[in-house]
């Protein structure tokens, strides 16, 4: 096994530590600091960027490579890091970051393409999409997933099936109830993250409408939550934690000038079917 120095020092970067997402990639990161003997340092960004920029600032004169999870940085201010010799890699990235930069990332167009797959072989052929919000990496590869399955499966995209939201349950349950109104309604729901998912199940519920009997629901990330709803949640598991485990991984080679074959690493994604996903009662 490759080690670093028994003495490098690691700095991670953190919107967050309580909220379940970041504290499973974290313990994927806790988990490769441990394996590679090396010493944590933990900074919250409060996921506010001048903190961030003053704390990797900081990070940089007192740790020897930095693991950033999902930072709000731009690929210029990262780059600038980089410049100095500074090993770092950020884990899931917010926006679309330059090549240069080393990143973990789930597959999402696998994940997505997987949720919509399993509607399709269901028999639904009117499936809506509640996103996250714009221009995220996470939003437009499943949002370009979803156009894609539908499209591979001869369904023409409906503007009107593809809402957006904040990845948040408040926004979620709003979003489906819209879509649950409309003349012609969705037969199944594919959410770009399980707090969506669970809205929508929410809005479902509020209007009468039963899931998965009469509106079939998917989720993404397999969060804790997923499995203690009810119905149980059909979701796209992420593997937070591997995504941590990989990116201290990474970083050691980094910090130890190794010779890497890439800089972009996604782990895989896979489908986790539950209950709230069946054959459409009406039509498709």
Known sequence: ????????????????VFDWYFARILHGIADGVYEHRLQLMLWPTR??????????????????????????????????????????????????IDARIPSVVASNASGAEQAVQ?????????????TGPPGWVATEERRQAYRGALAAAGIAFDPAL??????????????????????RPPTAIFAFNDMIAIGA???????????????????????????VVHPALTTVRQPLAEMGTTAVDLLVRLMGRETVDTLHLEPFTRLVVRDTTTMPRRGG
Do not use: W
């Open 162 to 183: 593809e809402l957006e939201a904040d990845f948040d349950f408040e926004p979620g349950a709003q979003a489906a109830a819209v879509l649950l109104e409309l003349d």
């Open 1 to 16: 096994m490759t080690r670093a120095s028994p003495v490098a020092r690691v700095g991670v970067l953190v919107p967050v």
């Open 118 to 130: 399993h509607l399709l072989e269901l028999g639904h052929r009117r499936i809506a999409a509640i």
């Open 201 to 227: 199940m929410r809005a479902a519920r509020s209007l009468g409408i039963g899931v998965p009997d009469e509106l079939s629901i998917v989720g993404f990330d397999d969060s804790v939550y997923a499995a």
């Open 47 to 96: 996921h506010e960027h001048a903190r961030e920029v003053e704390l990797l600032n900081e990070v940089r004169e007192t740790t020897d490579g930095a693991v950033l999870v999902l930072p709000e940085q731009s690929s210029d201010e990262l780059l600038a890091a980089l410049s100095d010799d500074y090993p770092l890699v950020v884990v899931d990235p917010l926006v679309r």
